[in-house]
């Protein structure tokens, strides 16, 4: 086995952030069997080896990476008929916006409401990545893996992967965790001539109610493009909030109770005249979703606030960005002011999204 190493390798310009250390040792695997190579040899090194992919959701601490970090950079998509579906079988490293043009452009339905969204097709099953009301869950027939530990690749259903809100089996730990599987190819089962799927408010009101997957994938973009939420070529010209990681923190899914809490507060504050101003969503049996874009704001942390090189976007206040010439440090410390002051506010301890390198599992 010959593995193409490097060491001290700047993992900045992997992240969409832009900020952070080094690896102590990158190898950037092309191939599964390269793939592979790199996770045995850390297991024979006893060294940790760190997964990373198109870097739009995760945070590289300054001080760097130790042992290995492995960029997933494979590429391939195969389709084929399936029972009046495509089925479409990608790769880890694939770029996920690429996938989801493609598929538009044949006529598929099923991905069109995540045009747009940064990173690599690899990590979608991981936080079951969703926006404009559709989610990967929702058209993943199966996803392959490698296990980290025999080194034996096993094909996971759909029903194994245990999908929710930003979430999924392989995020948690236990049988299928980040410790166990390396995600390698995902397979979607998309429907030729299928409607595009028209269900959040923001997205029905820009749209015909009979608009292609065209129409819709353009529409999500131009929303996208309005929040800072893409990156070229969809990006505005000179948008000043291009290096993020999109939302920072998820949006809280609390118990009936505490969300009438937090809206009893925001009418004492006076932030809103009646509950049913603030924004949420019925999220399961006895649970809502709140927005944590909007905690965040009506907390008192405005959108365009900055701290230093770091910042919240002028365009989504859910966004941290970073200017040029900051830290990882200064970032956290940032986030961390934002957690105590929307707990201090509305009761509501906001959770990360990214990936902190290294760190999180
Ligand atoms: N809001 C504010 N201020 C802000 C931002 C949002 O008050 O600065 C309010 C909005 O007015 C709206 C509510 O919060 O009432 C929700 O905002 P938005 O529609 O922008 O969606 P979001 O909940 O903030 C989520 C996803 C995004 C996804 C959009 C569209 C999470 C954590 N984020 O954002 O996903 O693009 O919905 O579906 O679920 C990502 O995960 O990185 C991401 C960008």
């Avoid at 399961?284 to 910042?311: D, N, Q, S, Y």
Wanted: negative net charge; proline residues 6%.
């Amino acid at each position: 086995m010959s593995l193409s190493m490097t060491h001290d390798a700047p993992l900045a310009p992997y992240t969409t952030l832009a900020l952070g250390g080094a690896a102590e040792r990158l190898v950037v695997a092309q191939d599964d069997a390269t793939l592979r190579d790199a996770l045995r040899w850390a297991q024979e090194y006893g060294v940790s080896a760190h997964l990373l992919g198109g870097g739009s959701n995760v945070v590289v601490p300054d001080e760097g990476v130790p042992g290995l970090v492995v960029h997933v950079a494979t590429r391939a998509r195969v389709a084929r008929r399936e029972a009046g579906q495509v089925e479409v079988k990608v790769a880890a490293g694939e770029p996920w916006d690429e996938l989801v043009e493609w598929a538009v452009s044949e006529g598929l339905a099923g991905i069109e409401c995540l045009a747009g969204i940064p990173g690599q097709v690899g990590a979608t099953p991981i936080q079951n990545v969703g926006a404009y009301g559709q989610e990967v869950s929702e058209t993943i027939v199966r996803v392959e893996v490698l296990d980290r530990k025999t080194l034996e690749t096993s094909t996971l259903p759909a029903s194994a992967c245990g999908f929710g809100y930003r979430d999924s089996a392989f995020k948690r730990a236990g049988a299928a965790g980040a410790a166990r599987y390396v995600v390698t190819h995902v397979t979607f089962a998309l429907t030729p001539g299928g409607a595009p799927a028209l269900r959040y408010a923001e997205l029905t009101r820009a749209v015909p109610a009979d608009a292609s997957l065209a129409e819709v994938r353009d529409a999500v973009l131009a929303l996208r493009r309005a929040k800072s939420m893409v990156l070229p070529p969809h990006a505005a010209p000179n948008d000043p909030n291009l290096r993020s990681a999109g939302s920072f923190f998820t949006n809280p899914v609390v118990d009936d109770a505490q969300a009438a809490d937090v809206a009893r507060r925001a009418i004492a504050a006076g932030l809103v005249p009646d509950a049913g101003a603030m924004p949420s969503w019925p999220s399961g049996p006895g649970r809502t979703k709140l927005a944590a874009g909007w905690l965040v704001e009506r907390a008192g942390f405005a959108k365009g606030t900055r701290r230093g090189h770091v910042g919240l976007s002028s365009a989504h206040a859910l966004a941290l960005v970073h200017h040029g010439g900051g830290t990882t440090s200064a970032l956290l410390a940032l986030a961390d002011e934002i957690v105590r002051g929307v707990e201090e506010r509305f009761g509501v301890v906001l959770e990360r999204e990214p990936r902190l390198l290294g760190v999180d599992g």
